[in-house]
């Protein structure tokens, strides 16, 4: 089975969101390999991940929804994919 590695764009909720704290639940529902912070505005910053998923049924849904029912994320959005 092949795997894929996704960039994916994470949005807090506000400005007043942990992103540490964030970062830190991420990597423990994920194989995540980068993460970066992604200045928006007015102090409000974005986690770029990149994470480790296999190339299954389903691909990167069950990653996204996962990552959309944490508290304090506004929004996920896939950015890029590559096959590794």
Known sequence: MSR???????????????LNELERRIRELA????????????????????????????GSEPLERALQELPGVGSVQVVGITLV
């Open 4 to 18: 894929v590695a996704l960039t994916i764009r994470v949005m807090p909720e506000g400005t007043e969101v942990d």
């Open 31 to 58: 194989q995540v390999t980068s993460v970066s912070r992604e200045p928006i505005a007015f102090g409000l910053e974005a986690l770029l991940l990149v994470a480790i998923v296999p190339d299954a049924a389903g």
